[in-house]
């Protein structure tokens, strides 16, 4: 698995210049539109197939995430086993997003 823009996770203060605008907002279009096709699918394994591109990894078979489902960036969530991510969950993971094996989370 390749992370890109590994240098912002747990990063802090990000000095937004040069080419690192562009970048992230070319990950972010390519989420946006896979978040679209992912919470219109109702097929496990096409929504599997989509998280996979999305969160650059697939998604172990032991965790679950229901859509309607939300990212501003995507590539920086990383999810354990028997993870339950319930509807309607927002996730601002540009700095990193580690939810470790075991957990439940939902709106609140």
């Known amino acids: 698995m390749s992370i890109p823009l ?8 990000v000095s937004w210049t040069g080419a690192l605008p562009a970048q992230v907002d070319a ?5 946006s539109a896979q978040l ?6 109702s097929e496990d394994a096409a929504r599997r197939t989509l998280l996979a591109h999305l969160l650059n990894a697939p998604l172990p078979a032991t965790s679950a995430i229901n859509p309607p489902f939300q990212t501003d960036f995507g590539p ?7 993870v339950f ?3 309607d969950c927002f996730f601002v993971d540009l700095g990193g997003i580690t ?3 075991t957990s439940c989370l939902a709106r609140a």
């Open 85 to 87: 991510i319930n509807r």
């Open 76 to 82: 920086h969530t990383f999810i354990g086993e028997h």
């Open 99 to 101: 939810i470790e094996d």
């Open 36 to 41: 679209i096709r992912f919470n219109q699918t």
């Open 6 to 13: 590994p240098q912002l996770i747990n990063a802090g203060a």
């Open 27 to 31: 990950i972010v279009a390519q989420t």
